[in-house]
């Protein structure tokens, strides 16, 4: 029998602990995070807008004039990013504090508030499913040329960027503010 590390915690969940980055960003550390989180949402949205213009402007090659584009962004290439999109909204409405319990009120309040941020993270994986499954069965698996895979690769990189935006603003709106004083003993 061996006797466990000195380093060791019960308590803890990984094997392996996460780097501690210490990064010091002051009072200035939520406002940072919200603008990061909304770079990551326009950066989202125009990687897939991106990809539905060029579809819509695609020419046939110059070889063969006649022969229209093979595939176009159509409506169920909008549908995986329109449910990420919901999970998003759904997840950064809810309060904070019901989650945790820390209202006086209504007990079921706080079992209706984790019911919809899980469902807000279900719209959430369901749109990465969906753009996962869409790339590999409409692009990848009929072995388009690569000008139209990326339209796939939009679709799986619009609902990843969408899920960070949506993780980094939780975090964010969680943190405090210089302006929120801790007054718990």
């Known amino acids: 029998m061996s006797l466990p590390r000195s380093d060791y915690d019960p308590r803890r969940v990984c094997l392996n602990p996460f780097p501690d980055l210490n990064l010091n960003l002051g009072k200035h550390r939520r406002t940072i995070g919200i603008y990061l989180a909304g770079a990551l949402f326009a950066l989202a949205n125009w990687t897939f807008l991106d990809a539905a213009i060029l ?14 584009p093979s595939v176009h962004v159509q409506f169920v290439d909008w549908v995986p990013g329109i449910c990420s999109l919901l999970g998003m909204l759904i997840i950064n409405l809810i309060d904070k504090d019901r989650i945790r319990g820390d209202d006086y009120g209504d007990s079921t309040a706080v079992w209706r508030a984790r019911l919809f941020l899980f469902i807000g993270f279900a719209f959430m994986a369901g749109g990465l499913a969906g753009s996962v499954s869409l790339l590999v069965l409409k692009y990848v698996m009929m072995d388009y040329p690569e000008q139209y895979t990326y339209y796939g690769y939009a679709n799986v990189s619009q609902n990843v960027a969408l899920m960070l935006s949506a993780v980094v603003l939780w975090i964010a709106q969680s943190a405090q503010t210089e302006y929120d004083y801790s007054l718990t003993l």
Not at 55 to 68: C, K, L, M, R, T
């Open 55 to 68: 579809s819509a402007h695609a020419h046939p090659p110059y070889e063969d004039p006649q022969i229209p």
